[in-house]
């Protein structure tokens, strides 16, 4: 069945989305480099990582398993998983690098010749380095295997701290798969994760009439060539990806939540994570797409996708915004609203300093309008905060896609 509304990427043209994709993967793997910082001070450092944990967890086995039907390679191998980190946002595209090697189904390698968060963490000293490549990994990458095979585990062959300090690659792990190994069970947070609107919510089926591929069914390759999917494919991975970042921040809501003293830290907490990405996206989408039109840059944000989540009416210098599926889930776009004009500040401002946002309407239903001020406004703290990620500023480069054949 078609989904109530149509995508906002579809008005896109098939080059300009196989650029956007990439772009939205990454901007995923930012919200926690705009998030954890807010954690660390409210919480320390440990708390920090085991939100990530609880984060992570709750949320990639429910949007693996939707991107696997979306593109129509379900399995149980090590093929299967490897598609999948290929098109999760905890493993954007050269930023952080994986390089597979297939040995068989059942067996197969995975290393890291750039980890742009190792690159964001390693200044903050071996603590943060060890929180991130041990304690928060062990956990969630084997919660992302599970979506594919419960008996999969993803063990480390090196990983930082690294030794020597220039080590490369940066990592390297295996992953195996064998029915003697005792399944691994969903963490707590994924049952709460599951039953959310974003996790069932239905998008149109990819036109396999389309020109160009529409699923990723072939062979693995070692660098995906967004611009070989279809129009179609290229609009559903993008509203995909978008899902998979509500997802994340919903399960990182659930994690806030369960240790702030009360609701008004943890809204505080949400809404600076929400701020300081919704900036350094929306200047990643305006750049990569060279656009100035600060609505244009509204409609095509994460924060107002997928169409079929967030109820809104995009109009020529206004947005207009309803109760939907995003607002009962308690999503990006219900920390906005009258009162609430910080996240849509970071956006416009993100396009030029001297817009504005005016908002009106009540807390359910609203409309922001984007005005003009005479004075440039400073950068808001929460997206200076996400500019010291690497990857606010990282440069993706043409690559060829090879297939990978098994070793």
């Given at each position: 069945?078609?989904?109530?509304?149509?995508?906002?990427?579809?008005?896109?043209?098939?080059?300009?989305?196989?650029?956007?994709?990439?772009?939205?993967?990454?901007?995923?793997?930012?919200?926690?480099?705009?998030?954890?910082?807010?954690?660390?001070?409210?919480?320390?450092?440990?708390?920090?990582?085991?939100?990530?944990?609880?984060?992570?967890?709750?949320?990639?086995?429910?949007?693996?398993?939707?991107?696997?039907?979306?593109?129509?390679?379900?399995?149980?191998?090590?093929?299967?998983?490897?598609?999948?980190?290929?098109?999760?946002?905890?493993?954007?595209?050269?930023?952080?690098?994986?390089?597979?090697?297939?040995?068989?189904?059942?067996?197969?390698?995975?290393?890291?010749?750039?980890?742009?968060?190792?690159?964001?963490?390693?200044?903050?000293?071996?603590?943060?380095?060890?929180?991130?490549?041990?304690?928060?990994?062990?956990?969630?990458?084997?919660?992302?295997?599970?979506?594919?095979?419960?008996?999969?585990?993803?063990?480390?062959?090196?990983?930082?701290?690294?030794?020597?300090?220039?080590?490369?690659?940066?990592?390297?792990?295996?992953?195996?798969?064998?029915?003697?190994?005792?399944?691994?069970?969903?963490?707590?947070?994924?049952?709460?994760?599951?039953?959310?609107?974003?996790?069932?919510?239905?998008?149109?089926?990819?036109?396999?009439?389309?020109?160009?591929?529409?699923?990723?069914?072939?062979?693995?390759?070692?660098?995906?060539?967004?611009?070989?999917?279809?129009?179609?494919?290229?609009?559903?991975?993008?509203?995909?990806?978008?899902?998979?970042?509500?997802?994340?921040?919903?399960?990182?809501?659930?994690?806030?939540?369960?240790?702030?003293?009360?609701?008004?830290?943890?809204?505080?907490?949400?809404?600076?994570?929400?701020?300081?990405?919704?900036?350094?996206?929306?200047?990643?989408?305006?750049?990569?797409?060279?656009?100035?039109?600060?609505?244009?840059?509204?409609?095509?944000?994460?924060?107002?996708?997928?169409?079929?989540?967030?109820?809104?009416?995009?109009?020529?210098?206004?947005?207009?915004?309803?109760p939907g599926a995003a607002t009962q889930d308690g999503a990006w776009i219900a920390?906005?609203?009258?009162?609430?004009?910080?996240?849509?500040?970071?956006?416009?401002?993100?396009?030029?300093?001297?817009?504005?946002?005016?908002?009106?309407?009540?807390?359910?239903?609203?409309?922001?309008?984007?005005?003009?001020?005479?004075?440039?406004?400073?950068?808001?703290?929460?997206?200076?905060?996400?500019?010291?990620?690497?990857?606010?500023?990282?440069?993706?480069?043409?690559?060829?896609?090879?297939?990978?054949?098994?070793v």
């Amino acid at each position: 069945m078609p989904s109530r509304s149509a995508s906002r990427y579809a008005a896109l043209s098939r080059a300009e989305l196989a650029t956007l994709v990439p772009e939205l993967l990454l901007v995923g793997q930012l919200i926690d480099r705009s998030g954890m910082a807010w954690c660390i001070s409210a919480w320390g450092r440990e708390e920090m990582a085991q939100i990530a944990i609880e984060e992570w967890a709750g949320a990639s086995p429910v949007y693996t398993r939707r991107m696997q039907r979306a593109l129509g390679y379900e399995g149980s191998d090590v093929v299967t998983i490897f598609k999948g980190l290929q098109l999760d946002i905890g493993a954007p595209p050269q930023f952080m690098d994986f390089r597979y090697e297939v040995t068989d189904p059942w067996h197969g390698t995975f290393h890291l010749d750039h980890c742009g968060a190792l690159m964001d963490v390693e200044p903050m000293g071996e603590e943060y380095v060890v929180s991130m490549c041990h304690d928060i990994e062990d956990p969630t990458f084997d919660a992302t295997a599970v979506a594919t095979n419960p008996r999969a585990q993803v063990r480390p062959v090196h990983r930082p701290p690294r030794s020597p300090a220039d080590r490369h690659p940066h990592c390297a792990w295996t992953v195996t798969i064998d029915e003697s190994h005792p399944p691994v069970e969903p963490l707590a947070p994924y049952f709460t994760i599951a039953a959310t609107r974003a996790a069932t919510l239905d998008l149109d089926p990819i036109d396999t009439a389309d020109e160009g591929a529409g699923d990723y069914s072939g062979p693995l390759v070692g660098d995906v060539d967004f611009a070989a999917f279809s129009h179609s494919a290229l609009v559903r991975i993008a509203d995909e990806v978008c899902l998979q970042m509500h997802l994340l921040n919903l399960s990182f809501g659930l994690a806030v939540r369960a240790r702030a003293v009360d609701g008004t830290q943890a809204l505080e907490v949400m809404t600076k994570q929400l701020v300081g990405i919704a900036g350094i996206a929306a200047e990643r989408i305006a750049r990569a797409l060279d656009l100035d039109d600060p609505v244009r840059v509204l409609e095509l944000h994460p924060l107002l996708n997928p169409a079929a989540y967030v109820d809104a009416t995009v109009l020529d210098s206004a947005v207009s915004v309803r109760p939907g599926a995003a607002t009962q889930d308690g999503a990006w776009i219900a920390l906005c609203g009258p009162g609430r004009e910080r996240p849509l500040q970071a956006v416009v401002r993100a396009v030029d300093p001297h817009l504005d946002v005016e908002v009106s309407g009540t807390a359910a239903e609203w409309t922001a309008r984007v005005v003009r001020r005479r004075d440039p406004a400073p950068e808001a703290d929460e997206v200076a905060v996400t500019r010291f990620s690497t990857g606010s500023s990282f440069a993706f480069e043409p690559r060829r896609s090879l297939p990978i054949t098994p070793v």
